[in-house]
């Protein structure tokens, strides 16, 4: 099975800052990347899909990037909305695996 | 329009059978590339892939779940189905159906359906 490691646990920023989540793979998945947002209580919403393409309706503040084993997503201009757990998930090989998940919080 | 939507017992006892259903609309499960997918989160933790069924009825399943589980798919009344045998309570978690139009990732998502295995 291919690991997905993801860092950091937990994260807090200011308004305006600008976020980084990261994802490393333990084997090489050719870009077959995705990265989800998680509210309380909702179901996870698709922001990214093959490590940087960004997904309708996602605001252009998200984006990813990466290659191989290692990728991540970045947050630009944090905004209040965006307190949430992401997740990232491999999809280049069955069994398909999630990260463990980043708690994304407002300082 | 697409939208996803699980139903299930919402609870049943240990050993007993889980059956899942995903009733769907807006796409089509005979339709070329797209893919049905369970998966699961217990309360407070991550998610956990448990497995896929795609438009030409190829699946795939979590290992790690050895041979409990069984996905199929009705394309006529637009439902695919997760069965979990034998269960216990660790399978107590919100269950997810969710889309994938091929190599993207799950696009779209049901609400979650809670199941509690419990005595």
């Known amino acids: 099975d291919i690991q997905m490691t993801q860092s950091p646990a937990s994260l807090s920023a200011s308004l305006g800052e600008t976020v980084t989540i990261e994802c490393r793979a333990s084997?090489?998945?050719?870009?077959?990347l995705a990265w989800y947002q998680q509210k309380p209580g909702k179901s996870p919403q698709l922001l990214i899909y093959?490590?940087?393409s960004l997904h309708t309706g996602v605001p252009s503040r998200f984006s990813g990037s990466g290659s191989g084993t290692q990728y991540s997503l970045k947050i630009n201009s944090l905004q209040s909305e965006d307190v949430a757990s992401y997740f990232c998930q491999q999809y280049y090989d069955y069994p398909f695996t999630f990260g463990s998940g980043t708690k994304l919080e407002i300082k | 329009q697409v939208t996803l939507k699980e139903s299930g017992p919402g609870i049943l006892q240990p050993s007993q059978t889980l059956s899942l259903t995903c009733s769907f609309s807006?796409?089509?499960?005979?339709?070329?590339?797209?893919?049905v997918s369970w998966i699961r989160q217990p309360s407070g933790k991550g998610l956990e892939w448990l497995a896929t069924i795609c438009w030409e009825d190829s699946k795939g399943y979590n290992p790690s779940l050895k041979n409990r589980l069984t996905i199929s798919k009705d394309t006529s009344n637009n439902q695919a189905f997760l069965k979990i045998t034998s269960v216990d309570t660790a399978d107590t978690a919100i269950y997810y159906c969710?889309?994938?139009?091929?190599?993207?990732?799950?696009?779209?998502w049901g609400q979650g359906v809670m199941v509690t295995v419990s005595s």
């Open positions: 084997e090489d998945i050719y870009n077959g």
């Open positions: 807006g796409f089509s499960l005979s339709t070329s590339g797209i893919c």
């Open positions: 969710a889309r994938s139009p091929g190599s993207y990732g799950f696009d779209y």
């Open positions: 093959n490590a940087n």
